[in-house]
């Protein structure tokens, strides 16, 4: 029993940490990516490659997953940058769906068969099997991965990509350069799903292409929605709820035909409910009511007033404000 | 011959894409959300079809009334359900896109549930071949170009040269104008679902009977037609037409060199690059509709 609960744990690690990188381009970066999953899929390939292939240390695997997902990112923020951030949404569908398709062409990528033999990764001389490691790994990987977020969003480089953000023509004019910011935003957010994947890949041993599709993608999308875009413990939250669903929802009997179908219902449902109860996310629900379209704020935090709330520390002053500029969509919104 | 036989498959099957986008362009145009439901739309449309016409027995015309009845429903539900609740959160536009896309997920999965994951065929008859020469096409496929080009000029007809179309187009162009000269643009909002969600029954009817309908075409259709809209312009439906038609005839014509797994890869890779070099579509709207 423990250890399925373990297992469920390294599951939710995964999730959590490719929400963060999801959250990095949604929340900070006003990239609007539909196919996360993707992107961590990359991830978990390139893990799987370099283990079959080249080292199976897995520091050594941690690190050139996560480069080649910051590179596979980067291509991502400049498609980004080049199309409009609504449209993006289409575009990164599209673009998922080529990568997905890719791996399950090319046989060196896996093909229809997927990435099998996934040889034991080692660290520090041990091998790393078995779910109570894995959640071990899990948990220090997240910690690791909420800090380097953290200190990411809040640099220099956050606060611009909240800029661009929040009014693309205002950051030009300030000498800022959307184009690159959605680049390295691009890029950090593939430090996470690189991450993501090379634990993912180490633990089943196995990576098909066919795993990271748009029901893996709405599951990340799912996560962000419930616990938050925009917030740095938003994605663990979400990640959390998501996997105890996912965890929960197993422990059910169903019946084959249903097996598949139930949770992604679920997640469609719990989506619909926030969307309509708590469109900023549970997170946000602490700090005050949505902002209204027709702009009329009340009180409202400050991106720094959010982060220090979100990580306990009191409010002060200089966290409030009142009338942030209104991030007014392209081409509006109607309904 | 080959590069011929797939010239005509990929105006058969382009001609339905233009017809399918063209449903959700009118919405996009009008009321600028991202209704990727429209897949929804799409796959509720033809399985109802599908279970009245074949599984109950009741015969075709029943079955297309009952695929228009549900498309309308499913829209209007959509529209007064969904996206007024919410309209007023903080990037709208985003949450929107996804509930649309959850509210896909989860029908893609209810139809999977009750009707399985294979591929079924609404309208047998129409997949049968008739030879041109020496190249075959199905008799879907001839009523397929047929109906698109009479929903299309339909649709310009209704646009152009009646009062709630120009009212429509006003809409799309202007809305806070709209509101001024006209009050309340809600009514207007309403004809553009129903109008586009009834768009997309012709479109499933025709795919449906010649390359199958099956659960997961609810994300697959549904993605194409947005991309295709965008590409050929937002408000212009002979751009969502022309475009629609170059995804389907290059689609097809990749299968020249490429065998048929590659097709996903190819018509989306396509997508993203028609995106990449024309990001604010294909054709401008020299008005709204043309």
Redesign the interface.
Known sequence: MLSYWESVFVQAAVTIIAALGLNLQ?GFAGI?L?APAALYGVGAVLAALVAIHITSSFLLVVVLSIVGSMIAGGVFGA?AS??????F???S???G??L???G??IDFLGGTEGLTGIPLNNLFGDYLVGNQTFAIVGLIAVVVAVAVFALLVNSTMGRRWRAVMNDESAARSLGLRPARLKVTAGMASGIFFGLAGAIYAANLEFVSSADFG??ES?LL??AI?VGG?GTVSGPVLGGLIVAAISGGLAEINFPA??A??IP??A???V??AI??AA??GLMRLRFGR????DGESRRALSWQGRFNAAVGRPLGPGDLVVGEPE?E?A????? | MLFLQLLINGIVIGSQYALVAVGFSMIFSITRIFHIAQGATYLLAGYVCLEVSQRLHLGLVLGIIAALGAAVVFGFIMQEGLYRAIAHAEHALFALFVGSFGIVVVVDNLVSWAFGDNVVQIIPSLSRNVAIGSLQVSVGGLVGIGLTIAVILALWLLLGRTRIGTLLRALASDEELFDMTYGSARHYRRIAFALGSLLVVPGVLMIGSIQGLQPSDGITIGTILIAVTIVGGIGSLTGAAISGLAVGIIENLAQWKLSIGWDPVVTYGLIVVLMLLKPNGLLKPLRVAD
């Open positions: 949604i609007y539909a498609v080049r199309i409009r951030g609504e449209y949404i289409i575009a569908m599209a673009l769906f080529v997905t398709g890719l399950n062409q748009i029901n709405f999308i799912v929605v875009a035909s249903e598949g179908v992604e219902i997640y469609g449902v989506l619909v969307l309509v469109p900023s949505d902002r209204e379209a991030d969509p081409t509006g919104r109607r309904a």
